[in-house]
Nanobody, 115 residues
Framework: QVQFVESGGGLVQPGKSLRLSCVAS????????MRWYRQVPGKERELVAFIFASGENVGYADFVKERFTISRDNAESTLYLQMDSLEPEDTALYFC????????WGQGTQVTVSS
């Protein structure tokens, strides 16, 4: 059974950092590209970052502006997103999924950036 369990979100002030984690199971994580998405109420889910199976190739949405770093630990089937210099506009529910995404989604982890 496919499962994604996101964690690490919270309430932080602008300019601070958070590290999100996603533990995946039920599919071949080691051989799968992975993605982070985020969603704000009333808006569509948007892609934040992706990473190839090997971890050697990554990509980011323009709004990340070199503030976020995606990484993975294939031995632990875990995906990470290091978020630095957080801005209020980063406030959203963050999800992970395979690349391309499966139809099953986790609960997400809420990131709130506010002073």
């Amino acid at each position: 059974q496919v499962q994604f369990v996101e964690s690490g979100g919270g309430l932080v002030q602008p300019g601070k950092s958070l590290r999100l984690s996603c533990v995946a199971s039920g599919f071949a994580f080691r051989s799968s590209g992975m993605r982070w998405y985020r969603q704000v109420p009333g808006k569509e889910r948007e892609l934040v970052a992706f990473i190839f199976a090997s971890g050697e190739n990554v990509g980011y949405a323009d709004f990340v502006k070199e503030r976020f770093t995606i990484s993975r630990d294939n031995a632990e089937s875990t995906l990470y997103l290091q978020m630095d210099s957080l801005e209020p506009e980063d406030t959203a529910l963050y999800f992970c999924n395979r690349s391309p995404p499966l139809h099953i989604w986790g609960q997400g982890t809420q990131v709130t950036v506010s002073s």
